[in-house]
């Protein structure tokens, strides 16, 4: 009897043996699983991909974050559609948000050139919903302040959604886009750019090297090259230039690009740009992929919840 008992009290210990390792394999198994699943899941999700997902805004206060190349809008406002002044393209691709101070920057200077020319401008991208880098297309344009202004006037006739999506405007560079297509360019365009430089909110326009050689022989010409220090090279843009505007006294967290150096850029600087390969659309996509939500403003995470 004796001996049962004592068989009895040994063999439950060591089935609780048993147990307790059987409980500590398992719970560690179950977390080695959560942190590889949280680990891989962080890594395969580009904040380019988290980004262009979300198709609304967030009701927060509008707030631009972090820099132009990496940051997020919180309270992004959207740029209403079919206006007398201007036209959005492409709306499908939800790129029409900004903060306040941009869709405030496109109504003043399209009624601005409106009153003046008698035509609207025709916008391409700004930001998505939230900010955030985008998937294809753009290395900037990510907290609200970036917009792309085509050099094709708004057409006079009120454009339909297919019209919208549609719409090619016209290069104002040739095929192999080394000169300035003069059969396209007009005075209209050096003003154009001319106004929006002198706009307080701007800090850069963004244009084909081509193209700021064109401003600096006629600004030259005319002895009036103040406002070309914000009209900077960059390849590409011979559709459309990009205008950023400076950081919104408000938004504590956006990140300023360093102020324009005092000076027209029209000699050596635009020399260098002007070498061929330079006036070539760069290819951002492989850099933007490879953002990832904690390269960003910590405060972005807010953003997308
Ligand atoms: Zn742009």
Request: proline share 4%; hydrophobic share 30%.
């Amino acid at each position: 009897m004796e001996k049962l008992r004592y068989l009895k009290k040994h063999s439950f210990r060591h089935l609780r043996r048993i147990m307790n390792k059987s409980l500590l394999i398992y719970t560690i198994i179950f977390l080695l699983v959560l942190f590889f699943k949280s680990h891989v899941s962080t890594a395969s999700e580009y904040a380019s991909e988290i980004f262009s997902k979300i198709r609304t805004e967030n009701l927060d206060i509008s707030e631009s974050l972090g820099s132009y190349s990496k940051g997020c809008l919180a309270g992004a406002k959207y740029l209403p559609s079919n206006q007398s002044y201007y036209d959005a393209l492409k709306p499908s691709r939800n790129r029409y948000w900004g903060h306040p101070n941009l869709i405030n920057f496109i109504e003043e200077i399209s009624q601005k050139i409106y009153s003046q020319y008698g035509n609207g401008i025709l916008i391409g991208d700004m930001a998505m919903p939230r900010g955030g880098p985008m998937p294809f297309g753009h290395k900037s344009h990510q907290n609200g302040l970036d917009v792309d202004i085509f050099y094709q006037r708004k057409p006079d006739y009120q454009m339909q959604r297919f019209d919208l999506e549609t719409y090619q405007p016209k290069s104002i560079l040739t095929e192999n886009q080394e000169e300035i297509q003069n059969d396209l360019w007009s005075n209209y365009h050096h003003e154009l750019l001319e106004i929006i430089s002198k706009n307080k909110m701007v800090t850069r326009i963004f244009v084909n090297p081509v193209i700021k050689k064109k401003l600096c022989i006629q600004a030259i010409e005319k002895n009036d090259t103040d406002w070309l220090k914000k009209i900077r090279p960059w390849g590409g843009h011979y559709k459309h230039f990009h205008v950023r505007l400076e950081c919104p006294q408000e938004s504590g967290s956006c990140i300023s690009q360093t102020p324009v150096r005092d000076f027209h850029g029209c000699n050596e600087e635009l020399d260098n740009w002007l070498k061929k390969d330079k006036i070539f659309e760069s290819n951002s996509n492989k850099i933007k992929k490879w953002i990832l939500l904690s390269d960003l403003p910590k405060s972005c995470k807010k953003v997308i919840q």
